[in-house]
């Protein structure tokens, strides 16, 4: 009897053994297989599969505008009334009366907060490589229009958006009448809209964790994949990077609304961790994107704005060509580009632009609109490479589930 119940033991001993050596072996198989898989997806870019690309990033929107659709009708009540409201404004944009001003005012004052909020959004995604439009935007506007207060004496320029250049008023202030705070409230609206749209341009990543956290599914995402990880290896993390993002994750959970405040107000490049960590953990919404928004649109861009203005003031930019110049044997080649440009700059803030003054074009504008034309097209090459990735994804999931129900 004692050896029968010993024998069932033991027996049933093995059993379990198999049982979890055959679930460690089927997750370590899937694991391989969700690796082969993502690496299969990667190389599915223009420059590689250029057919294969284009084809799956078509049927990809094809399926996003039917999905759209679906959605829209489901929720037709709301389509409805916005398009009544769409056609009422339209009515009021063309009637003609004497409301035609005020009309104007708002059309001009909602295309330049939607244009900077846009560069905002795209500031979050990178333009696909990471280069925020803070420095090929907002940055270079701010020391424009910092030089040419300087300049003029005055921030008495045409209320935004600017025509094609900034010209100074024809009556001039007092010499050292320009005040750090005029040219802050001058740049206000468009550094608060560019603010708001980082803050937005911050929700991905939220949502993605939230959502996953809600239905257990694990994302094909890098960023929540690293997460994930750090989680598990949080005790043993050693190097500063790691250690780092602990210290983000950890003031986000701990702290709350202050914690996401404290990170979305100083610049940093781990922000991406604190929206997953909120996602992750279920932090209301509200909560999260109220700290970001007040944040980013506020406290950063005031610091981001003090620091561009201070930089780029007159006294400091004499300076800094002046050590330009000082520079042994190169100093007066790379000197003179910068001292025509700021001199171009000087002559097109005293004169009229149908003034017939020849616009001669400088190297540095010229290398600035090229940089920005090939961001803008490796963007849109980045756009089509992730459809045509998520399409690709479609189909490993339909062949998956297609396996599992043989």
């Not at 996401?260 to 929206?275: H, V």
């Not at 050590?323 to 007066?332: E, M, Q, R, T």
Request: hydrophobic share 45%; net charge negative; with cysteine.
């Amino acid at each position: 009897m004692a050896e029968n119940g010993t024998d069932c033991d033991q027996r049933r001993i093995g059993m379990i053994k198999e049982q979890h050596n055959g679930n460690f072996t089927d997750s370590s198989l899937l694991s391989e297989r969700k690796r082969r898989d993502r690496e299969e997806r990667l190389n599915i870019v223009l420059w590689r599969q250029p057919l294969v690309t284009l084809q799956y990033f078509f049927l990809e929107t094809l399926i996003n505008l039917k999905e759209w659709t679906i959605k829209l009708w489901h929720r037709r009540s709301i389509l409805v009334s916005f398009l009544l409201m769409l056609a009422v404004l339209t009515a009021t944009y063309y009637v003609e009366g004497t409301h035609q001003q005020y009309v104007r005012y708002m059309e001009k004052k909602f295309f330049w907060c939607a244009y900077w909020v846009g560069l905002g959004i795209l500031s979050s995604v990178g333009l696909g490589t990471g280069l925020h439009t803070f420095l090929l935007y907002l940055g270079p506007h701010i020391a424009s229009v910092t030089l040419a207060a300087y300049e003029c004496n005055s921030v008495n320029f045409p209320e935004p958006p600017y025509p094609d250049q900034i010209i100074c008023p024809d009556e001039e202030e007092i010499e050292g009448s320009i005040s750090l705070w005029a040219i802050i409230s001058k740049v206000r609206l468009e550094a608060c809209m560019w603010g708001a749209g980082t803050a937005i341009g911050e929700l991905p990543p939220y949502f993605m964790a939230r959502a996953a956290r809600l239905s257990g599914a694990e994302p094909d995402d890098e960023e929540y994949q690293e997460f994930e990880e750090m989680l598990e290896h949080a005790e043993t993390a050693q190097d500063f990077a790691s250690r780092a993002k602990l210290a983000v994750q950890n003031l986000v959970q701990k702290v709350g609304f202050f914690g996401i405040l404290a990170c979305a107000s100083i610049p940093n490049p781990l922000f991406d961790l604190a929206g997953i960590t909120c996602g992750h953990f279920l932090v209301p919404f509200w909560t999260f994107f109220g700290a970001t928004l007040i944040g980013k649109a506020v406290i950063k861009m005031h610091i981001q704005k003090l620091f561009v203005i201070i930089t780029f003031s007159k006294h400091i930019v004499e300076q800094m060509v002046s050590l330009i110049g000082a520079i042994p044997s190169i100093g007066p080649s790379l000197q003179k580009p910068f001292q025509e440009y700021l001199e171009a700059q000087r002559i097109k803030l005293h004169h009229k632009a149908d003034s017939g003054m020849p616009q001669g074009e400088n190297w540095l504008s010229w290398m600035f609109e090229k940089l920005v034309i090939v961001m803008v097209c490796y963007f849109i090459l980045s756009i089509i490479n992730s459809m045509a990735q998520s399409y690709a994804k479609r189909l490993q999931q339909k062949m998956y589930s297609e396996e599992k129900t043989k």
